[in-house]
């Protein structure tokens, strides 16, 4: 039996958390032969602390045999404490009338927090993944307060949206979508995102010539992603919470899995036309476990280097706003 693996989540009695840990202790995540401990940490809020309770009772009752211990917490150097990942999905959502700006600083706040206490308490090995939004800015954040864990440690997820792209260009060539290969999201988890669909392929073949209607991929297609988190608010009633839960559960799996290739936000070497040092999403190529390379080399067009300069501008606005923020 291997040494379980201590992950810990925050905001993990919100909707998410509730698509998330049970697939986390299912070895979804990890795999069917490593045991995890879950490391849960909730906002300081009676109600949001029940919340967990009841989750945490909920987990017993799977009987998970991969499970080897809950703890619950408010106290971030608790549940951060040791951990070998550190999964950031809490965050104060955007409230009516609310600027952008205002959810940057508000939610910055807690990524400094949170990045200096996993900096000091997590363990030797740990890797962090970012959701809650602004994930990308959020996440350059919590990377920014760290002295010890490397910043490539810290990615942010753009993997719900490189589902969600794959899912559209399987639809629309009326394939399956596991004939789909190489979408990659570039840019923000925002509707700013590039999905970069002309080095995407369908059957081995370009998906540009298998779909051959570039008006579709570069209007609908692209807006379609861009926008899929607020038609699912208007559907639902609620935001996307399984599919995110989905989409970090395959984030982190791509990401302890070499040779997997994938799009993950890390932090810019000025690849791709994105400024250093923003966490733009781009492919990456999993080395060894929790490892990764930048995949270089794909050509930009003049629509894709248009896209990508607008996606850039706004991680670019996003860190003037933070610019206090930043250690
Ligand atoms: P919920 O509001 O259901 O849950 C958030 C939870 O975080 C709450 O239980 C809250 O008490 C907790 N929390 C707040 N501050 C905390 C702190 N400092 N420490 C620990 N816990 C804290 O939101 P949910 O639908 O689960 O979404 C979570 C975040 O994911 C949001 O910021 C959301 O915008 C973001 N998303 C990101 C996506 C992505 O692809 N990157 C997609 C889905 C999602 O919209």
């Known amino acids: 039996m291997k040494t379980p693996i201590r992950v810990a989540v925050t905001g993990a009695a919100g909707q998410i958390g509730y698509s998330l840990l049970f697939r986390i202790a299912s070895g979804a995540m990890f795999g069917p032969d490593q045991p995890v401990i879950l490391q849960l940490i909730e906002a300081p809020i009676e109600k949001a602390l029940k919340a967990l309770e009841g989750v ?3 987990l017993d009752d799977c009987a998970f ?3 080897k211990g809950i703890v619950q917490t408010a106290d971030a150097s608790i549940g951060f404490k040791d951990a070998n990942w550190c999964l950031l999905v809490g965050a104060k959502p955007r409230g009516p009338g609310m600027e952008r700006a205002d959810l940057l600083k508000d939610n910055g706040k807690i990524f400094i927090g949170q990045g200096q206490i996993i900096d000091a308490v997590a363990a030797a ?4 993944a970012v959701v809650g939004n602004p994930a990308n800015t959020n996440c350059m954040i919590a990377a920014s307060q760290a002295k010890r864990l490397p910043a490539e440690r810290f990615t942010a997820m753009v993997r719900l949206d490189q589902n969600r792209a794959q899912s559209q260009l399987a639809k629309k060539a009326g394939v399956d979508l596991t004939a789909v290969k190489d979408i990659f999201i570039y840019g923000n988890h925002s509707p700013t995102m590039f999905p970069a ?3 995407a392929t369908i059957g081995g073949q370009p998906a540009t010539k298998v779909i051959n ?3 579709w991929l570069q209007g609908p297609f692209c807006e379609t992603v861009g926008k899929r988190g607020a038609a699912i608010i208007a559907a639902r009633g609620a935001s996307s919470a399984a599919s995110a839960a989905n989409a970090l559960v395959d984030h982190v799996r791509s990401l302890v899995t070499p040779g997997a290739i994938h799009s993950v936000a890390v932090k810019s070497q000025g690849l791709y036309g994105f400024d250093a040092n923003v966490w733009a ?5 999993t080395t060894t476990a929790g490892s990764y390379e930048v995949i270089t080399g794909y050509a930009m067009d003049a629509f894709a280097q ?3 300069a607008a996606t850039n501008k706004e991680l670019v606005e996003e860190r003037a706003f933070v610019a206090d923020m930043i250690a």
């Open 56 to 58: 945490a009772m909920e």
């Open 65 to 67: 045999p991969l499970l």
């Open 125 to 128: 090995d740990a890797r962090i």
């Open 197 to 199: 669909f002309a080095h």
């Open 213 to 215: 209607d570039d008006p």
């Open 281 to 285: 999403g781009m492919p990456v190529r």
């Open 306 to 308: 248009s896209k990508i």
